[in-house]
């Protein structure tokens, strides 16, 4: 069973179970950056691309061009809305690796919005 | 055909090193974005309805909610909520023990619709009224559990977003007994922020900033008589916060001092029949100085053997210096002897913090790190080992380890002066220890100018998070400051939707809370050392002799003349044949423990503009 998974605190003692909400003014927004955490409490496993190169998170869905991410948040500024990244090519367990998340939606248009973020086939491996 | 297919290993079935995947997949999660219109929340005449939807595990239980449902939040604590539902049967109500819970309230205006996530956390405690079927749950997020999970100070040190300031000599980490909650909470109290989980369950770090306000409520959006302002009390704003950061460690001195001696005119050897100064004597008097070591190798010069001419009452003499008497005596000796000590040192770095209130109590900030080093085994010069006596024949052939002067342990302290020896505690630690002394004062000053607070009641506005920063001007009162508290309360009996807010208005000199802090070490001016001793040759029994000699003069070769010389006096003192060295004595202001206090260099800054008041 894959024990990498998305955690709201660098800890990984929450994981991310329900969806994270944000709320935009239809008028002048303003972003919110919100920060999650990519990784496993089993400090023994490391994740790798399956196919080789860099783990990618892929944002989808209604909302996906309202979103940047990033590996830091100086990094949200130069982040294309709708973009995927790279995160690492290997993430090793225990520490939870840091995404970034900038909302903004300037459509003006009320509604509610999903985006689902999903990472690139990964394999894990025991260190 | 090639004998194997390449493209195999390069499917990604087996890694780079050769393991073999133990899960494959991909991770997700979820994001949902409301766009709403902001006239929502207005609260100018109108009307504005609201749904609470709320769900316990897996069931959705917002129809069966009933009385008031209230969520508060703060600074540094935990998300709270409290509700009452109806539940359907036994197995529901057993359900609701540490179920996941999240309330999303949905607010409806003409024309205008939001939903918001209110609260994720946990039901913490279930009471069941019997006689009205009716459980009320407390809720709380995770705020206490997320720090008491960490398993590595990185991890505790990650939850602050670099808002905190480590110092492992102060507050260290420790692995065999790890306490995380401690370990946080130290680094809480240096922090230039706070912490809190959000409505979303995600944990934040919020820095104590206090810039462009993201919304200013005027007299119209907020209720009347709920704007209240709360100065801080006496306590909370001193005259002044001072920190101190004491770092206890060791000066060591090294000192070096020449020896030079040279022995009798040969006229006295024929005259008074004075001996020879023998060179094991001088060797073992070299030896044998307590504290002293020779350092390298003395110098012990011989006499050339040979016959020489003395003139003795104007008469030549043949003097006879055999090569056996020559070799075993001493004509001149120079060496340089070495000492090193050291001295237990305190140096005190401090920095003051005016905060401006009138009390005239200082609070003050104190730490104390101490360097771990054997200063003892460092003094000491290791001895030579003694034979183990194991071996009758064909002994191994070890390294032998250098011994006296040669075999003193690190670090070597300059020649004739000092050096402060952090040991385990060096410049990176210092700098980490006074940056964490200067945040924890600035975290007191700063938390107490926070007490500053504007707290005010409005329509349902769940759009705020601790941290966020609003203005008011509203009843002469105008002020920026974070929302430091939050508390909604939903009444389903009454309809009622309100919101309070807590804002936090520091007197402050900036839009962020940022110091800078260091701890520079005053430099070493130590000096010791000085001209050589010049050994003499004092002569007892002789006519000359001084019938009370100065004790601390008697230095070098006591001899005496034998009684049959003209120049014999047999009521003089009569000296123990010997080589004696005296050696000077360390001072005291080099020797006792010292204590010194410096000036740290610091600088801090409050993030706040205050409140203004019109009377």
């Known amino acids: 069973m894959l024990t990498f998974a998305f955690y709201a605190d660098p800890a990984m003692t929450t994981p991310l179970r329900s969806a994270l909400q944000s709320t935009q003014a239809s008028a002048s927004p303003s972003a919110q950056d919100l920060v999650v955490y990519f ?16 783990i990618t998170l ?70 | 055909m090639p004998f194997f297919d390449a493209g195999f290993f390069d499917s990604g079935f087996f890694e780079a090193d050769g393991s073999a995947p133990v899960a494959s997949g991909v991770a997700s999660f979820d994001l949902e974005i409301a766009v709403v219109d902001p006239l929502v929340f207005d609260s100018s005449a109108g009307y504005v309805r609201w749904y609470l939807t709320a769900r316990i595990g897996a069931v959705d239980v917002s129809g069966r909610l009933s009385g008031a449902v209230s969520i508060s939040a703060a ?25 996941a819970v999240t309330l999303d309230l949905t607010l409806f205006r003409t024309g205008q619709t939001a939903t918001w996530r209110v609260f994720t956390g946990i039901v913490e405690t279930v009471d069941f009224a019997a006689d009205e079927q009716l459980a009320s749950l407390a809720c709380r997020d995770g705020w206490h559990e997320i720090p008491a999970a960490c398993a590595s100070a990185a991890e505790v040190e990650a939850l602050f977003s670099g808002l905190a300031s480590p110092a492992a000599k102060v507050l260290p980490w420790n692995d065999a007994e790890p306490d995380p909650a401690g370990y946080f909470q130290g680094l809480l109290a240096t922090m230039r922020g706070a912490t809190c989980v959000d409505s979303s369950g995600l944990w934040r770090a919020v820095p104590w900033a206090i810039g462009t306000p993201a919304a200013t409520f005027d007299a119209s959006e907020i209720f009347d008589g709920s704007l209240v302002l709360t100065r801080p009390n006496r306590k909370d704003v001193p005259e002044a916060i001072t920190a101190r950061l004491t770092h206890r460690h060791y000066r060591l001195h090294g000192m070096d001092i020449g020896l030079e001696w040279e022995a009798v005119d040969r006229v006295r050897y024929v005259v008074d029949g004075l001996p020879t100064a023998p060179k094991s004597m001088i060797q073992q008097a070299l030896d044998s100085i307590p504290g002293w070591l020779v350092k390298g190798t003395a110098s012990l010069v011989s006499p050339i053997p040979g016959t020489y001419g003395v003139i003795v009452g104007g008469a030549t ?118 940056e964490h002394t200067v945040a924890r004062a600035l975290r007191l000053a700063s938390a107490g100018k926070r007490r500053q607070r504007l707290r005010f009641e409005r329509p349902a506005d769940p759009r705020w998070e ?45 839009s962020t809370t940022v110091f800078t802090a260091t701890a520079t070490p005053p430099a070493v001016t130590v000096t010791h050392g000085g001209p050589a001793i010049i050994l003499g040759n004092p002569v007892g029994a002789a006519f000359e002799t001084p019938a009370t000699p100065d004790e601390d003069l008697l230095i070098g070769f006591l001899c005496n003349v034998l009684p049959t ?39 801090v800054q409050i993030a706040g503009s205050g409140v203004g008041v019109t009377i």
Request: charged fraction near 15%; glycine fraction near 10%.
């Open chain 2, 565 to 603: 010389s003209d120049n014999y006096d047999l009521t003089k003192p009569v000296y123990e044949p010997q080589f004696r060295i005296i050696a000077p004595e360390i001072a005291a202001e080099y020797r006792d423990p010292l204590q010194i206090d410096v000036d740290m260099t610091a600088t």
């Open chain 2, 466 to 510: 601790v941290g966020a920063v609003l203005a008011i001007n509203a009843y002469g009162v105008t002020g920026t400051g974070q929302v430091a508290e939050l508390e909604m309360l939903l009444d389903h009996d009454s309809g009622d939707a309100t919101s309070s807010l807590t804002l936090a208005c520091p007197d402050g000199t900036g």
């Open chain 1, 39 to 54: 990784g496993s409490r089993n400090p023994a496993r490391t994740a790798v691309a399956a196919g080789g190169g860099a």
């Open chain 1, 58 to 127: 892929t944002p989808s869905g209604a909302g996906a061009a309202n979103v940047r991410l990033a590996n830091t948040l100086a990094g949200l500024d130069s982040a294309t809305p709708g973009a995927a990244i790279d995160l690492a090519a290997e993430i090793d367990g225990g520490v939870g690796w840091p995404i970034y998340v900038r909302v903004l939606d300037t459509t003006g248009s009320a509604g509610l919005r999903s985006v689902n973020f999903t990472t690139s086939t990964i394999n894990e491996v025991e260190v």
């Open chain 2, 75 to 99: 600074e540094d604590s935990a998300r709270v909520a409290s509700l009452s539902v109806t539940p359907l049967s036994e197995t529901e109500l057993a359900s609701y023990d540490s179920a």
């Open chain 2, 317 to 434: 003499v043949p003097y006879v210096i055999s090569p056996q008497v020559a070799e075993i005596s001493c004509q001149e000796m120079t060496a340089t002897i070495h000492r090193r000590w050291y001295q237990e040192i305190e140096i005190s770095y401090g920095v003051r913090i005016d905060m401006g209130g009138l009390s005239d109590r200082d609070d003050s900030v104190a730490i104390t790190i101490t360097s771990t080093f054997d200063a003892g085994a460092w003094e000491q010069a290791p001895s030579a080992a003694p034979s183990s006596g194991l071996y009758a024949d064909n002994a191994p052939v070890v390294a032998v380890p250098p011994t006296g002067y040669e075999g003193l342990p690190l670090p070597h302290p300059p020649i004739n002066g000092a050096m402060d020896h952090g040991a385990d505690i060096g410049s990176g630690d210092l700098a980490a220890a006074a």
